[in-house]
């Protein structure tokens, strides 16, 4: 199901402020945070990306194609939506969409990129994001290039950087995802949250017994 129009992108830019230290490379259960969202969306996208302003050895041991924001200052996820957007339309001639993807959320469900890929098929929504139970999910979205120069002048002129008051502007359609025994959308940000990771990563492994 390796889709040619959307481009996956996860986005890495943050500054791990509240782990002390960069989080994208710490473990769970020997294998970095970062690699579960790579290992889910190179399953189902042929092209993804990297959007990040890190330095690091494990991008080219792995062969990942990474992208600096291209607006410099670390002003927030909006800015690594418009990379990969820019991104694609200057390499992926037939790329439609870019779906997006947090770096610190390991354990979200496949089913979000398979509805992103069944969803722009559809072609009835510019915008769509992920929801669950009353909460949004806005980074894990798809953005369709149509958007660009919307964002762009939001961006430069307008100074909006909240991804939410930015998808609500533009007529987001929301995907509702339920959950059970864990919260798949669960992000990690610090040591506690760390811990508590491997204890849902525990309950998954479990549950595919």
């Not at 042929?46 to 600096?68: D, G, S």
Request: with cysteine.
């Amino acid at each position: 199901m390796n889709e040619h129009n959307i481009l996956g992108a996860i986005l890495a830019g943050g500054k791990s402020k509240r782990m002390g230290k960069d989080k994208l490379f710490l473990n769970i259960n020997d294998k970095p945070i970062i690699e579960y969202t790579i290992n889910k969306v190179k399953k189902y996208l042929e092209k993804v990306i990297i959007v990040t302003n890190h330095e690091n050895t494990y991008f080219q041991q792995n062969k990942l194609v990474t992208v600096k924001d291209c607006i410099p200052g670390q002003l927030g996820p909006l800015v690594g939506i418009l990379t990969a957007m820019e991104w694609a339309k200057n390499n992926i001639p037939k790329c439609k969409w870019i779906a997006t993807f947090p770096c610190d959320t390991p354990f979200f469900p496949e089913e979000v990129i398979v509805r992103f890929i069944e969803e722009s098929k559809k072609e009835d929504s510019l915008l769509l994001c992920a929801s669950a139970h009353g909460r949004k999910h806005n980074i894990f979205g798809l953005w369709s290039l149509d958007l660009y120069e919307r964002l762009k002048n939001d961006l430069i002129k307008n100074n909006i950087r909240k991804v939410q008051e930015w998808t609500e502007k533009n007529n987001i359609k929301n995907l509702e995802f339920n959950f059970k025994n864990y919260d798949p959308f669960y992000n990690i940000n610090t040591e506690e949250e760390l811990k508590i990771s491997k204890n849902i990563l525990k309950k998954i492994n479990d549950e595919k017994k």
